[in-house]
């Protein structure tokens, strides 16, 4: 069963505009997450991350939301640029009944084309 | 400059035919993981290790094997590939086993077994 689920494939938005990637976990375990891009061929690199005693992080265009009691995260990039495009993924970390708190359980990923 | 590196980065094998994936990293970190990405499925954990000569089981451990005989080293070891684990592979390390901890991962693994 996917814990940390990403239902929209891909998004697809226009050069400064408002691009919002969601994400919603299932265990209520999760207390820290992390937004990773990736672009083709290449590892994904973190992005921004927020805790679960916190509902905003920002930094600069990118700035993350956490609704904990709907168990829902999103980024928000602000304004949106080409060079944007990449997969995203969101990822959450805790306890969640285990010592391995290194471990990122992952989302599917979201495709986000940014058109000039 | 501080990175992961992943070697090959593509390799076609047979079924049955043992490989290995070799992870490096320089920035002297204590956590260490691999992970699979499959499409619809995200990156999901195989094996990690806290520290040297510690390992253990991620969430698709199967047919895979890993070692930590020495810090910056974690190489990935398939005894017997099968289609199934044709996939795309990154190992990924983190200074701490800590929630709160950026991974920084390798520029990935394709590996397709026929």
């Known amino acids: 069963d996917q814990q940390v689920k990403q239902n929209s494939p891909s998004l697809s938005v226009q050069e400064g505009r408002i691009s919002i990637l969601n994400c919603d976990y299932t265990n209520s375990m999760f207390d820290y997450f992390l937004w990773y891009k990736k672009y083709p061929a290449e590892g994904p690199t973190f992005l921004i991350s927020i805790s679960s005693i916190k509902d905003k992080n920002e930094d600069g265009r990118f700035t993350v939301f956490l609704n904990k009691s709907a168990k829902h995260l999103s980024l928000h990039i602000v304004p949106s640029q080409p060079g944007d495009s990449a997969v995203y993924f969101c990822?959450?970390?805790?306890?969640?009944?285990?010592?391995?708190?290194?471990?990122?359980?992952f989302g599917q990923g979201t495709t986000l084309q940014v058109k000039p | 400059e501080a990175q992961v590196t992943q070697n090959p980065r593509y390799l076609i094998t047979v079924t049955g035919k043992k490989l290995t994936v070799t992870c490096s990293q320089n920035?002297?970190?204590?956590?260490m993981s691999w992970y699979r990405q499959d499409p619809g499925l995200g990156l999901r954990q195989i094996y990690y290790s806290m520290n040297v000569e510690v390992t253990d089981k991620g969430d698709v451990p199967e047919g895979y094997k890993v070692s930590r005989k020495e810090k910056r080293n974690f190489p990935l070891i398939l005894e017997s590939p099968s289609p199934n684990q044709t996939s795309l592979y990154f190992c990924?390390?983190?200074?701490?086993?800590?929630?709160?901890?950026?991974?920084?991962f390798g520029q990935g693994t394709r590996l397709t077994v026929v």
């Open positions: 920035m002297n970190h204590e956590y």
């Open positions: 990924a390390s983190s200074l701490r086993p800590k929630k709160d901890t950026e991974a920084f």
């Open positions: 990822a959450a970390s805790g306890s969640h009944g285990s010592s391995n708190t290194g471990k990122l359980i």
